[in-house]
Each structure stands twice: as C-alpha cells, then as structure tokens.
C-alpha cells in the first residue's frame, strides 16, 4: 500500500528501504542487525513485536476499507464445507448435501443486499464474508452477480486455503490473528447473516451476540438462516431455563429461511442503532 499521506520534510521510508539495497556488498550490510527494522521480516516475527503486528492487522485492512470509500457492511457468516448445489455430490454427509440450499440463498441474500447498496451510492452495506469457499463463497458470489464489490477476510491456516474468485481483489485482506479478522468483521457491520456452519461459525455468531447482549455493540439484525438447524445444534430454551440467559436475549436474532425473509426482518428490526444499557436479568 503507497504512502498517499506523506507530509512534512522528513524523507520517504519507501525511499530509504530501497536504498538500503543498493549499499555495498559487506559483512557489515550482510548482517542482520544493519536490516531496518520495518523491512527486516525476521525481526518483525518475533514474540516481542507481537503487540506491534495487532496493530498493524488492525490497521492496514481499515485504511485500506476507508480510502476504498466503505462506510459500512452486511457480513455474511457460514460453513465452508457446504458447497454450491451443482456439486452437491462432493458433500461429505446427507445432511451437508441437504444443506447446500444454503449456498442458494447466501447467493441471493448477497446479490438483494449488493443491489441495495449500489442504487444508494455503493458505499453502505457493502458484503464482507471470510473469503473463503462454501457460504463464504456463495456471499461474495453474489455481489459479484448484482455487478458489486465485497469485501474478502481470510485466515492463514494450517491447510491450503485461498480466496474465493469472487472477492474484490482491491478488498482482499488476510490474517493472522483470529481476534483481530472477528474485529474487522463486526466494526462496520450493520447486520450479520449467518447461515449454517462448523465451530468458526459458531464462534462469530457467539461472539457478534455476546457484544450485543453486554451492551458492547449497538443492537444489529443478526439473521439465522435455517431455523431447523439451529434448533437442533444450540438448545436456545435451555439456557433460558437454566438461566444462564434472559428470555429478552432471544430478541437479539431471529430465525429465516429465505432471502426475502431475511431482508423483511432487516426492514423491521426493533431497537437497530442502540445499544444497551443494562443486561436484563442481572
């Protein structure tokens, strides 16, 4: 990324890192120590630089979201193992191929919500999914069909994983701390779709609530789409019952099944924009 917003007389950083190659071939300039310290990788790497790369993870992928002029998002969470109905036959369960409808509907839910976007400006409730293959796919996908861009948040992994084909190269962006991406996710969220998945699922649905339920993030529609499903993976009833919840809680989400579902709840949605100021039954 080009330093756009140099000021003032001191010299370029760009300027001297490429000087600092073109210096004599010595044992004094071959050693590690002589590296400037924000080109020298290894440096950057160790423990102690730590704090210096959550800050730098926090902060490339918001400038460059700011100076490509996205105010805000609909993020769209989801399994990557629930592949496009076309190849339904690669699911590794009965019930992932059954859930491939899912892909579908991601699919449209991002094409209505690029659409949205793009007749008011194209700045608002820009896409953003983890950049990856299945729901994640389908999302990006599908603002990719309505002629619009999407924001891409990858992970670097232990296996193989690339980005989607339909992430907007110039919004592409990929992490190395879980923390820092699940931030990003939710900074300029206006709503939060979440269509069935695996433990990455369940954790941004549980973190996105949470954040909301203590009163830390502004209330959001969050969309659960696929009420069967996630009936039957988190008994919501029984944390009410143990108490561990409030009934008032459930408020904070909703069930769909469909894209039209979700863009009606989206439109009515009691109490977006505020925050709380109280957990109820505490």
Same mark, same amino acid.
């Given at each position: 990324?080009?330093?756009?917003?140099?000021?003032?007389?001191?010299?370029?950083a760009?300027? %001297?890192?490429?000087? +600092?190659?073109?210096?004599?071939?010595?044992?004094q300039?071959?050693?590690?120590s002589?590296?400037?310290?924000?080109?020298?990788?290894?440096?950057?790497?160790?423990?102690?630089?730590?704090?210096?790369?959550?800050?730098?993870?926090?902060?490339?992928?918001?400038?460059m979201? %700011?100076?490509?002029?996205?105010?805000?998002t609909?993020?769209?969470?989801?399994?990557?193992?629930?592949?496009?109905?076309?190849?339904k036959?690669?699911?590794?369960?009965?019930?992932?191929?059954?859930?491939?409808?899912?892909? %579908?509907?991601?699919?449209?839910?991002?094409?209505?919500?690029?659409?949205?976007?793009?007749?008011?400006?194209?700045?608002?409730?820009? /896409?953003?999914?983890?950049?990856?293959?299945?729901?994640?796919?389908?999302?990006?996908?599908g603002?990719?069909?309505?002629?619009?861009?999407?924001?891409?948040?990858?992970?670097?992994?232990?296996?193989?994983?690339?980005?989607?084909?339909?992430?907007?190269?110039?919004l592409?962006?990929?992490?190395?701390?879980?923390? /820092?991406?699940?931030?990003?996710?939710?900074?300029? +969220?206006?709503?939060?779709?979440?269509?069935?998945?695996?433990?990455?699922?369940?954790?941004?649905?549980?973190?996105?609530?949470?954040?909301?339920?203590?009163?830390?993030?502004?209330?959001?529609?969050?969309?659960?789409?696929?009420?069967?499903?996630w009936?039957?993976?988190?008994?919501?009833?029984?944390?009410v019952?143990?108490?561990? /919840?409030?009934?008032?809680?459930?408020?904070?989400f909703?069930f769909?099944?469909?894209?039209?579902?979700?863009?009606?709840?989206?439109?009515?949605?009691?109490?977006?924009?505020?925050?709380?100021?109280? /957990?109820?039954?505490?």
């Amino acid at each position: 990324m080009p330093d756009t917003h140099r000021t003032g007389p001191f010299r370029d950083a760009h300027e %001297d890192r490429e000087t +600092a190659h073109g210096v004599p071939d010595t044992a004094q300039t071959r050693s590690p120590s002589y590296r400037l310290a924000f080109a020298d990788d290894d440096f950057m790497c160790r423990d102690e630089l730590r704090p210096v790369r959550l800050q730098l993870e926090l902060l490339k992928p918001q400038m460059m979201l %700011d100076a490509a002029g996205v105010d805000s998002t609909i993020v769209l969470f989801g399994g990557a193992r629930i592949p496009d109905p076309a190849r339904k036959e690669t699911a590794r369960t009965a019930m992932l191929a059954e859930l491939t409808r899912y892909y %579908d509907e991601a699919r449209r839910f991002a094409r209505a919500i690029t659409e949205r976007s793009l007749a008011a400006g194209g700045r608002t409730g820009v /896409i953003v999914t983890g950049g990856g293959p299945g729901v994640m796919e389908a999302g990006n996908r599908g603002a990719a069909d309505a002629g619009g861009r999407s924001v891409g948040l990858n992970i670097v992994l232990p296996h193989e994983q690339a980005p989607n084909a339909w992430v907007t190269p110039e919004l592409c962006f990929n992490f190395h701390y879980f923390a /820092i991406r699940k931030m990003h996710f939710l900074m300029r +969220a206006e709503a939060v779709a979440v269509f069935p998945g695996g433990f990455g699922t369940l954790d941004e649905t549980f973190e996105c609530l949470t954040l909301i339920q203590t009163g830390r993030m502004k209330r959001v529609p969050v969309l659960l789409f696929g009420p069967e499903f996630w009936q039957r993976v988190v008994n919501w009833d029984a944390l009410v019952e143990a108490g561990t /919840i409030s009934a008032e809680d459930l408020n904070l989400f909703r069930f769909v099944e469909t894209a039209d579902e979700a863009l009606a709840a989206m439109d009515g949605w009691e109490g977006a924009g505020e925050k709380r100021s109280a /957990i109820p039954g505490r």
